[in-house]
């Protein structure tokens, strides 16, 4: 039997290296786990439980880059960029769940948005959540 980690493993992605490395820093006071993932490292952490993904979907190579993250991955993944996707391109990723908000997120409203498809993630899979949020995080 696998260890279940005390609280949710959310891998965080980004085309700045320093964004993904100050957010796991950040978030890690509002019950989450975070690991930094590096384009061109093994594949995304096969043991997370949600993906957080920041880029600004505007160019087309960081739209690539978006795409080749979210790819083939089956776990939710909340997408944080200042371009807004056309709906098309979330169309491309279905059954996974993205959702997508705006880089001018409060880090509290991001936590709540991890928190949210890691619950999903549980609802997909068919098994109750084990990680109950953490106090002052909205339901």
């Known amino acids: 039997m696998v260890n279940e980690p005390s609280v949710p493993r959310i891998v965080v992605a980004s085309d700045q290296t320093l964004v993904a490395d ?45 795409d080749g993250v979210l790819a083939g991955s089956a776990m939710p993944w909340v997408v944080v960029t200042a371009t807004p996707p056309p709906a098309t391109w979330l169309e491309g990723f279905a059954p996974v ?35 109950p949020r953490p106090e002052g995080t909205r339901r």
Do not use: I, K, M, N
């Not at 957080?52 to 739209?63: G, K, M, Q």
């Not at 908000?101 to 928190?115: G, K």
């Open 97 to 131: 769940h993205v959702r997508v908000l705006p880089a001018s997120v409060r880090l509290a409203e991001l936590a709540d948005a991890l928190h949210d498809a890691v619950e999903h993630a549980a609802v997909a899979g068919d098994v109750s959540c084990p990680w």
């Open 22 to 66: 100050v957010l796991c820093a950040s978030l890690g006071d509002f019950g989450l786990e975070l690991v930094s993932w590096h384009q061109g490292a093994d594949p995304v952490a096969p043991d997370a439980h949600a993906g957080l993904l920041v880029t600004d979907l505007a160019s087309p190579d960081c739209r690539a880059y978006a």
